[in-house]
């Protein structure tokens, strides 16, 4: 009972947040002017960003409302992003790694990578091999769930994961990764409750709209044991009942013009 009313009140922020007049006018129409006039000058990336972010957060308040449509604003949303973060990272691979350091934050790698899988966002394998490269050391003690997310690209790459104490509560997914599914599903819904409790905090990854109440990590999780034809158990968790996961993209994924043109700016990088 407590985390239904709890899903009902993320559920109407989400749905408010969307309704707002300001949001619509600052995050979307006046980003998604400056893509259209400014597409190669350097507020590209940010406006990619809060542009996408809009449309994640707005399609997902319609997929709530009952409207399937809303999957393809939110793949939008995600690809938006996606460049975003494309557009910020150095040409040189060899640089990257030999400095160690990100473009942009952490959260918003995990984000991106966490949704590429949850949406199966079929251009997103760039992004992937970023968080690929992060080594251990790389993630802190409150970075459980960025490093939860590179597991999960190790494992789809047929690759041993590190299991780092650094996972927290996720490690015990992995654990039970080959082993009982009754329990691997109770490790699951018990990480749905660590969601639950920090959607609503400031500052936390799941505080961004896209992830306030879509389950993003655990649809990533099934996503991956799917690649790796692996049964997923049924997570009995009151995340898992709402439209964002019981209904599902009816199209292929949506191309949109201003993520054509960053595309066509990143490849030529």
């Given at each position: 009972m407590r985390d239904q009313s709890k899903i009902t009140s993320l559920a109407r922020g989400l749905t408010e947040w969307a309704d707002?007049?300001?949001?619509a006018k600052f995050l979307g129409r006046e980003q998604e002017l400056i893509l259209t006039e400014q597409a190669h000058g350097p507020q590209a990336p940010v406006a990619a960003w809060m542009l996408g972010t809009w449309r994640?957060?707005?399609?997902f308040a319609r997929v709530l409302r009952g409207d399937g449509r809303g999957f393809d604003e939110a793949r939008t949303g995600q690809a938006l992003r996606r460049g975003s973060l494309l557009l910020r990272?150095?040409?040189?691979?060899?640089?990257?790694?030999?400095?160690g350091k990100l473009p942009f934050s952490l959260p918003q790698?995990?984000?991106?990578?966490?949704?590429?899988?949850?949406?199966?966002?079929?251009d997103a394998e760039s992004v992937y091999d970023v968080m690929l490269e992060l080594p251990d050391r790389a993630f802190g003690e409150r970075d459980s769930l960025a490093l939860y997310a590179r597991e999960l690209l190790l494992l789809r790459a047929g690759r041993r994961p590190s299991l780092p104490p650094q996972l927290g509560s996720y490690r015990e997914i992995l654990l039970h990764w080959n082993g009982n599914q009754d329990v691997l599903a109770l490790r699951l819904a018990d990480v749905l409750e660590l969601h639950l409790e920090a959607a609503g905090r400031t500052g936390s990854a799941f505080e961004d709209p896209s992830a306030r109440l879509y389950p993003l990590e655990i649809v990533a999780t099934a996503n991956v044991r799917r690649w790796l034809d692996?049964?997923?158990?049924?997570?009995?968790?009151?995340?898992?009942?709402t439209n964002l996961v019981t209904m599902k993209p009816a199209s292929d994924w949506p191309r949109d013009p201003l993520v054509a043109a960053i595309e066509r700016r990143?490849?030529?990088r």
């Open positions: 707002r007049p300001g949001n994640l957060g707005h399609g990272r150095p040409g040189d691979r060899g640089n990257r790694r030999q400095t790698l995990t984000l991106t990578t966490l949704l590429g899988l949850a949406l199966h966002d079929p692996l049964p997923t158990p049924k997570v009995e968790h009151a995340m898992m009942f990143t490849h030529r």
